[in-house]
């Protein structure tokens, strides 16, 4: 391992100078080099002479060794030579810290290192030593039980520990919530009991008591703030983020806003993920996993028995094309790509005859689009395209729960400013500007302000801080287990180099030779979790609320819980117990949905069942949102609906010039019409085409799409075309009917006068309306103009 090591040191190092980084590490080895070498360290401590007659250190218990020796080897050179002032040449040097708030040994800092440090500067500068344990910040009754804790806990290590004092005149509480029980865990008897990983998720009754112990906590928290308490008049405070996570999830569910202060990674979030995965599929075609995902994400809506039909169908034509291959004895690899078997024509017949031909052939028009534009445009411009033009941001806010919307809105916003700084958001490829947004260092925002929230903060995240309010949560703690895999160092603060340097394997089974370094780290580390209670509850300025649950663990005998119960009964006595029927009942207003947003979409937004407006509702069954379903009740039966549908798709497929013949080939095999069904399609299309509207596929128009989707007043709605005249620059909505007369249906006329508000809307810039014109086009090739 030390062979391994050196190795793994000196090609990093190479690493970095080859590409010009430096890290923490090299700068601490850098100062300790400058500071010590015999050649150096004059030519330095001259300049930090010239520049510097103070020196004042704040927080000096987290410094770590190194750093000391670093310090240690300037300020050694003026031992002897007199202080700071008039007349000496050694700066003055003021160093404050508290080893009881020692807190970040996962960083090497040690309480020993302040302690060397006060040594040093009392012994060998001559400077005094001033002690403080008075606050101004806590209660009178927090103070009373921290002594008692702390002095407690002083009888079990050597830890040194003088009663507070408090300028503070209130009484202060303090709670005890109620114990949240462990659910009992199913017995199966003495056989194994398989469960399927797809449908059944594992039971872990350990975090069911989690969960409902934050319940509990944000109930109380909860009924604080109906009775009159401010949010970020509470802090709820927990060792590990996982448990704030909860304690935020049960606080949503009870409309209470909170705020973990520590940033959350952007590429953590549902939503961020779900778009980063369709930008994976689209730039890594063969990428299953991740189009699964994006297909099953709002953004495209698919359900479950829509990915199990498009597995289906890709089985079917792999099957088919390994037999294929087989006959003609081809070796190569036939495996199809989901995106293959979504976008490409040949694969049609095994979708249409599975899934529904409207997701499909809408899901292929958006990832071809998605494909293109990656490929056309700089990254984020397709990536802020796609947003605006698929309504992205939308879809993904109907689809999550009220208290969930605006992190939805926020993070997806954050996910395009993000992208927007990756190489000014265009000098990328795609595949780097994926592999970029999948990177932890883009931070979500914080989407609630700290004028309103409820604080969750780890317990080093809280150093510093207060909060009239503190609770802390998970007082009864498991004792944590023996490390393994781990590094050993002892390393005493006066010393210049580590005493113990070990690879241990597992600390349960540790040899002989250094049993006295792991006894000292065990201890410290004891020493580390009572300055973290230490902490947490120093916090509190006025109540201090304890949380925990059952666990099936033991508890260990040091934490918080346990020592309220071995508490003297002089201070037990300052103790309140809260009983879960004292705040069982809460105000109805704190769990409205307070969320509101002028244009939402419905939660099935991608799907067929989208919200029925009035406009819908006179319609009824006869306008469906998709073109396609908007002609079956005028076909009549199940023939007649799939020969509306092909002609639709031959009209979506249509180019001037373009051979019909490749198109019909396609649509019939798709859609399984007859040779004369197919036939009565394609008549039907090229009536509409050569009719009396032939100038919407000409040169009379600068701008055409076909099926174009647009989101208004709370719904999707689709266009069959959508052009623009060159010569008046207006906007022309039409829509295929294979009715006579359309004109009569007072619902199909509601319906084309809301596509044209939807058109106004999308296209209308400041101060100028956009001109928006309707017509419908018959089977018989009629122009009918409504608007």
């Known amino acids: 391992m030390s062979e391994l090591t050196r190795a793994l040191i000196a090609c990093f190092a190479d690493l970095k100078r080859e590409r010009g980084w430096v890290d923490m590490n090299d700068l601490e080895q850098a100062a300790l080099h400058l500071l010590r070498d015999e050649q150096l360290s004059g030519w330095v401590q001259q300049r930090l002479d010239a520049q510097l007659r103070h020196v004042l250190i704040d927080e000096f218990q987290d410094t770590n060794p190194l750093q000391w020796q670093a310090l240690q080897s300037w300020l050694s050179s003026y031992v002897g030579s007199g202080g700071g002032r008039e007349g000496g040449s050694a700066p ?44 101004r910040r806590n209660a009178q009754g927090v103070v009373a039980l921290v002594n008692a804790v702390m002095s407690q806990a002083a009888t079990e290590l050597p830890y040194a520990f003088r009663p507070h004092t408090t300028e503070s005149e209130q009484t202060g509480e303090i709670i005890r919530l109620p114990l949240a029980p462990q659910p009992e865990k199913a017995l199966a008897g003495d056989e194994m009991v398989w469960r399927d990983t797809l449908t059944t998720p594992r039971d872990e009754p350990q975090e069911y008591a989690a969960d409902a112990e934050c319940q509990l906590a944000a109930r109380w928290v909860a009924g604080q703030i109906a009775q009159g308490l401010i949010g970020p008049d509470i802090m709820v405070l927990a060792r590990k983020r996982d448990r704030l996570e909860r304690m935020r999830d049960a606080l949503r569910l009870l409309g209470v806003a909170s705020q973990i202060t520590e940033k959350t990674a952007l590429i953590d979030l549902p939503e961020v993920q779900d778009v980063v995965a369709l930008l994976d599929a689209a730039v890594s075609p063969g990428n299953d996993l991740a189009l699964a995902r994006a297909l099953r994400s709002p953004l495209l809506g698919w359900r479950d028995d829509d990915l199990v039909a498009l597995a289906l169908a890709v089985k079917s034509a792999g099957a088919q094309a390994a037999q294929a291959s087989a006959v003609l004895q081809d070796d190569t690899n036939k495996t199809i790509s989901w995106w293959d078997m979504l976008t490409k024509e040949e694969h049609s017949a095994h979708i249409l005859c599975r899934l529904d031909a409207n997701l499909a052939s809408k899901t292929r028009l958006q990832l071809l689009q998605l494909q293109s534009l990656l490929q056309a445009l700089p990254p984020h411009d397709a990536l802020s395209r796609m947003v605006s033009e698929q309504d992205w941001v939308a879809r993904c806010m109907a689809a999550a729960p009220a208290p969930l919307r605006q992190r939805v809105q926020q993070s997806l916003h954050a996910l395009l400013a993000a992208a927007l700084e990756i190489g000014s958001g265009r000098f990328l490829t795609p595949h780097k500007f994926v592999r970029e947004l999948k990177k932890p260092h883009l931070k979500a925002p914080q989407t609630t302000s700290a004028d309103d929230a409820v604080r969750l903060m780890t317990i080093h995240g809280a150093k510093g801080l207060e909060a009239h309010t503190v609770l802390l949560l998970d007082s009864l703690s498991a004792p944590p287990a023996a490390a393994i895999l781990d590094v050993l160092v002892d390393w005493p603060g006066a010393q210049a180099a580590p005493q113990t340097f070990a690879f241990l394997r597992s600390e349960a089974k540790a040899p002989e030779c250094v049993s ?112 396609s379903s908007r002609d079956a009740s005028h076909w009549g039966d199940e023939v007649q609906r799939r020969i509306g549908i092909a002609m639709h798709r031959l009209l979506e497929l249509y180019r001037p010039g ?91 006329r509601l319906q084309l006068t809301q596509y044209v508000e939807a058109v106004k809307s999308a296209f209308s810039e400041s101060g100028k309306t956009a001109v928006v014109h309707a017509a419908f086009i018959t089977a018989q090739g009629r122009w009918v103009q409504i608007l």
């Not at 939402?600 to 006869?622: D, F």
């Open 658 to 748: 373009a051979d019909w013949h490749e198109s019909i080939a396609s649509v019939t095999a798709a859609v399984q019409l007859s040779e004369p069904q197919a036939l009565q399609a394609l008549e039907s299309a090229q009536r509409i085409v050569h009719g009396q509207a032939a100038w919407v596929w000409g040169d009379a128009v600068d701008w055409q799409a076909n099926e174009v989707e647009l989101f208004h007043e709370a719904q999707v709605l689709r266009l069959d075309r959508l052009v623009r005249r060159r010569d008046t620059q207006a906007w022309w909505v039409i829509d295929y009917k294979s009715s006579d007369a359309p004109q009569h249906n007072r619902a199909l």
């Open 516 to 627: 006295a370094a792991l006894a000292h780290e065990q201890e410290q580390r004891a020493r580390e979790e009572i300055n973290a209670m230490y902490v947490a509850m120093t916090r509190a300025k006025s109540r201090l609320v304890f949380s925990a649950h059952e666990s099936a663990r033991q508890a260990a005998t040091g934490c918080l819980w346990r020592r309220l119960e071995a508490l003297p009964e002089s201070v037990a006595t300052l103790i309140e117990d809260a009983w879960a029927g004292d705040f069982a009942a809460l105000p109805q207003t704190l769990i409205e949905d307070t969320f509101t947003l002028n244009i939402m979409p419905n939660e099935r937004l991608a799907g067929t069942e989208y919200a029925q407006s009035a406009i819908k509702k006179e319609v009824n069954q006869a306008t469906d949102d998709d073109s």
């Open 92 to 135: 003055s040097v003021f160093i404050v810290g508290d080893a009881k708030q020692s807190i970040y040994r996962f960083r090497r800092a040690e309480p020993q290192v302040f302690e060397a440090a006060t040594q040093f500067v009392c012994e060998q500068l001559g400077g005094t030593l001033l002690s403080c344990d008075h606050t």
